[in-house]
């Protein structure tokens, strides 16, 4: 580890533009103004943002034997490199699958994920694939920076990375489901739901997690046959409105499916309606049990409102 400070790289008579100009660095983020003699604050992650501190020296050491006049472009672009993955991406698509295989998290959305403009099939998207009818999956991990100085934080794999690999749909989905099935198992609730007019109820099984948590709850999905609160018999009826909810319904004797789904449907039509100021959205559509294969979903005619 380096021991030296800015001061110790800069001269006295060239520090204020080197402050200008890492506050130049920092303005395009908006945030500039910070005490840059040690270290700065900047936001950096996805999916989830967090906000990392990051040292200040490297970018002394980048600008000291450069003219004065590139001190602001320099830093805008090591600032930049910092917080948008760049190096994560990079370590990715460097290691073999097997390093990597036991940190991969799941992102379900109902829209593939894409966070650069361009073709989502570009080499620096997220890899993401159809699950569902209606429900993409993607994948993310925390990991490091180039600098062992710089903190390590979550980015979605990219396409790139996927390649390098060279592994298939299969295996990535079954790396997954694999950590999945190391963590702790959901904790799930039971409530009996009324429908507004008439008069009877449905009991519904629901699991609920910050949307933060690991797993987040929509990803006990890709497990679900081994975590739900009782076997997943033909009709049960499955929904993940919203990343951080998911839902489910038993068949009812006294009940029929469409009974119950008028309920059920009705609960995830609230939370998908919702504004989605996050992202939150995962699922529009209601899953049902298929009867000829009891732990495959299959897509249902049910869409939520727009």
């Known amino acids: 580890m380096d021991d030296r400070t800015i001061l110790d ?3 006295e008579e060239r520090l204020d533009a080197f402050v200008d100009a890492v506050n130049e660095g920092l303005g ?5 103004n910070q005490d840059v003699f040690d270290a700065v604050d900047l936001a950096a992650g996805s999916p989830y943002v967090e906000v990392l501190t990051f040292p200040t020296l490297p970018l002394a050491l980048a600008c000291v034997d450069r003219p004065e006049s590139e001190w602001e472009d320099i830093c805008r672009q090591l600032v930049h490199a910092w917080v948008d993955g760049t190096d994560q991406r990079a370590w990715m698509t460097a290691q073999p699958f ?13 829209k593939r994920k894409v966070t650069f403009q361009g073709d989502p099939d570009g080499p620096e998207q997220p890899w993401s694939e159809e699950l569902l009818p209606g429900c993409w999956l993607s994948l993310f991990l925390d990991a490091p920076s180039a600098s062992p100085e710089f903190p390590e934080y979550p980015e979605f794999v990219p396409n ?4 390098a690999w060279g592994v298939s749909y299969e295996q990535l989905l079954d790396a997954t489901r694999d950590r999945l099935r190391t963590q702790p198992r959901p904790q799930w ?5 009324p429908h507004p007019e008439q008069g009877y109820e449905i009991e519904m099984y629901s ?21 739900a609160p009782k076997p997943l018999v033909p009709d049960t009826l499955i929904a993940s409105p919203v ?4 839902m489910l319904s038993y068949p009812d004797p006294e009940l029929t499916i469409e009974q119950r789904r008028a309920v059920f449907d009705g609960w995830a039509d609230r939370l998908w309606g919702e504004e989605d100021h996050t992202g939150r959205r995962v699922q529009g559509w209601t899953l049902r049990v298929d009867p000829d294969d009891h732990w495959r979903v299959m897509d249902d005619a049910h869409q939520p409102p727009a």
Do not use: C
């Open 207 to 227: 699991l609920t997690e910050p949307e933060e948590a690991d797993p987040v709850a929509a990803a006990w999905q890709l497990v679900l046959a081994e975590v």
């Open 9 to 11: 790289v800069i001269d």
């Open 243 to 246: 990343r951080d909810v998911l």
């Open 28 to 32: 395009q983020f908006g945030a500039d």
């Open 189 to 193: 609730r039971s409530a009996r739901y």
């Open 160 to 163: 790139k990375a996927v390649a």
């Open 98 to 110: 097997a390093e990597v295989a036991g940190l991969l998290r799941p992102w379900l959305s109902h």
